[in-house]
């Protein structure tokens, strides 16, 4: 009796055991000690999202950490990150111009981070304190679609200037997002601000507005549409139309002299959910890998040397963008330009 007892007694260990390794493994599988975290980060992205989440997937692989993303012109997604600062809803700024940070970073809403692999990013593409770092740069260029100008002007000469967007024969033919909104088309006109003088800038796109079909929000929207041939010409980022051309579409890019460029750049949200994720995923994005799988889609240049320039590219240095271009003095601009600009709709 007392044998069976014990040998009972055996067979409940054992299988206590096996309990407690097969429930152990599962616990580890999903996370709960050991192996990748299941943590969640929340993305405001100003990056088109399918190549936030070729990035973010790539990140989800290597750290278990999931994600949300919601796609935000840089306008909306500065409003959006302001409003909530009371309680924070994202943990991740991704992309969009670096004046755009810098007003987040002057309103208190980011998170001061210095990330080791931001160290050969140069000091003119990042913040000195780590509130945002440079992805990415990306020049404004006059974007035309040769098909629809062979069709409205024939063997004519390709604007090759800003001022040359004037001519009354471009009325209705321009696409150019609202500068209220889109980081895009500020860049362009804080640009011609510092070039020209503020003046000078406002009494252009005066003289602009009668030959602009539409101002929608979002910066890319412009050559979409004239790749369709809704319009001829589209006033976008030199990426964004790099990459409808190597789609296929019949577009000729000319970045002229006094064009501003976007400095992409990357920031924590003050206060957000999950900060420790939200430092990794910088981390993680300052990284080759994220570099190349973004300029291989968006067909910007990388701030960090290491990155190459994608096939269908183009070497910026080889254009006339305004290399003078203050990012620090167009965040400071920023409201006083925008209100100025409302006033000429």
């Known amino acids: 009796m007392a044998s069976r007892r014990k040998s009972n007694s055996s067979l409940i260990i054992v299988m206590l055991a096996i309990v407690v390794l097969v429930g152990g493994f599962f616990l580890y599988k999903a996370g709960v000690f050991g192996g990748k975290s299941k943590e969640k980060i929340t993305v405001y992205s100003i990056f088109q999202e399918e190549e936030a989440r070729k990035i973010l997937d790539k990140f989800k692989e290597e750290t278990g950490i999931d994600y949300d993303i919601l796609r935000l012109p840089s306008g909306e997604a500065v409003s959006r990150v302001q409003n909530e600062m009371l309680n924070p809803q994202a943990d991740f700024l991704m992309g969009g111009p670096a004046d755009s940070h810098e007003v987040l970073r002057k309103a208190g809403a980011l998170e001061a981070y210095v990330s080791p692999n931001a160290s050969d990013v140069p000091d003119n593409m990042k913040d000195k304190d780590g509130y945002w770092t440079g992805f990415y740069l990306n020049p404004v260029a006059i974007g035309i679609n040769e098909e629809r100008w062979k069709e409205k002007y024939g063997s004519d ?26 980081g895009t088309a500020y860049t362009a006109v804080a640009s011609l601000a510092q070039v020209w003088g503020e003046d000078e800038m406002l009494n252009y796109m005066k003289e602009l507005l009668p030959n602009l079909k539409e101002r929608p929000k979002s910066g890319i929207e412009p050559i979409q549409k004239a790749a369709k041939g809704e319009y001829t010409i589209g006033i976008t980022f030199l990426g964004d139309q790099l990459k409808i051309k190597n789609q296929g579409n019949p577009i000729h890019s000319i970045v002229p002299e006094a064009a501003g460029y976007e400095v992409g750049g990357l920031s924590i949200v003050k206060g957000g959910p999950n900060t420790k994720a939200a430092k990794k995923l910088m981390d993680f994005m300052l990284t080759n890998e994220p570099g190349e799988l973004y300029t291989k889609s968006a067909y ?34 920023r409201k006083d330009l925008q209100s100025a600009l409302k006033s000429l709709r």
């Not at 001519?167 to 997002?177: R, T, V």
């Not at 910026?316 to 203050?326: G, R, S």
């Open 300 to 333: 910007a240049v990388s701030v960090k040397p290491s990155v190459p320039i994608p096939q269908g590219g183009i070497d910026i240095k080889t254009t006339k963008y305004n290399t003078a271009y203050d990012l620090w003095k167009a965040a400071e601009q």
């Open 157 to 182: 000469p390709y604007p090759e200037t800003f001022k040359d967007l004037l001519d009354p024969k471009f009325k209705g033919e321009i696409g150019m997002s609202d500068p209220a909104t889109s």
